[in-house]
């Protein structure tokens, strides 16, 4: 799998692929107003990032960020034998930490793992099997966790929340107790979880914006050296198509008006800029800059 980076001033970005799908939108698909007939009028999006049918490319990856003097890693992604409701994430087996090694990144020498919110898909990976418990992956790393992300999910779980608009069914299918104990919890336990606000800065350069919508506590990466600057999405954006359409929410939005309104004024505050905006679920390139086109915005690669 072929890992692009991108290199911001004196910090560098690195995608690490866990798997890749090509899939429809629709009812059944992970953005229900994002259907065959209504992507295929995007034609900026094909190639890389939709197919001539109009299905979605998308990608769920680690962000492997390289100061000089830190290593952090972005989104865990889903993880190995974790029992899932989803076909597409149960009991997977992927070469993750194979090809994480691969790039020299072993795991006693990653400094800080940073979620930016605790959906089963970008936490997996906190936690590996040693044979009788989950156990963090990466002991020697501080977990940065959104405090607000942690406590709407700790009430819900406690049944003191439920999410609006939301079917036991779906949330049963996002797996969040489940996530919970295998791959949040026992980094809690193992005493490595920093719980942080919104607009935190992590690092030299790393600092949080909060996107949220998706979830309460979403927060995208923004990443800035040398005059340059990226961003990372995170779920706030889980297509580029959701540049051109932002009402186009993910059937698992916590509040898809918020998540509308989120996407809209992250378009107005960098569209034309020379900011780099990655996608956490974006295939192909994987990145590039917004700019308006015919009273919306698209992509530019």
Not at 49 to 55: I, P, R, S
Not at 82 to 110: V, Y
Not at 159 to 184: I, N, Y
Request: hydrophobic content about 40%; some cysteine.
């Amino acid at each position: 799998m072929i890992n692009h980076m991108w290199r911001v001033g004196d910090i560098t970005i690195t995608r690490l692929v866990e798997v890749q799908a090509t899939m429809p939108g629709g009812p059944d698909g992970p953005l229900p107003d994002a259907t065959p007939d209504k992507v295929m009028k995007m034609r900026w999006l094909y190639p890389a990032f939709a197919d001539a049918l109009g299905l979605l490319k998308m990608s769920v990856h680690a962000l492997l960020i390289q100061t000089p003097d830190k290593r952090i890693v972005v989104d865990t992604c889903i993880g190995n034998g974790k029992e899932r409701t989803s076909d597409h994430f149960n009991r997977l087996n992927t070469s993750f930490l194979a090809d994480l090694e691969s790039l020299g990144w072993t795991r006693d020498s990653i400094d800080g793992v940073l979620c930016t919110h605790l959906h089963i898909d970008h936490v997996g990976w906190n936690t590996m099997w040693d044979g009788s418990r989950w156990v963090p992956t990466f002991p020697k790393a501080k977990y940065y966790m959104g405090r607000v992300e942690y406590e709407f999910w700790s009430r819900e779980l406690r049944g003191e929340d439920v999410t609006p608009g939301k079917t036991a069914e779906t949330l049963a299918w996002m797996d969040t107790r489940a996530t919970f104990e295998d791959s949040v919890q026992p980094v809690i336990d193992a005493k490595l979880v920093e719980l942080v606000e919104v607009d935190a800065q992590i690092a030299p350069g790393i600092r949080l914006m909060h996107t949220p919508g998706h979830t309460p506590g979403h927060v995208s990466v923004v990443i800035e050296s040398g005059g340059s600057r990226a961003v990372i999405t995170g779920d706030m954006l889980h297509h580029p198509c959701q540049l051109a359409a932002h009402n186009w929410a993910s059937g698992f939005d916590t509040d898809s008006q918020e998540s509308t309104r989120t996407r809209q004024s992250f378009c107005e505050e960098f569209a034309d800029t020379q900011t780099l905006i990655i996608g956490t679920h974006w295939a192909g390139p994987t990145a590039g800059r917004v700019v308006r086109d015919e009273g919306g915005y698209r992509l530019e690669l």
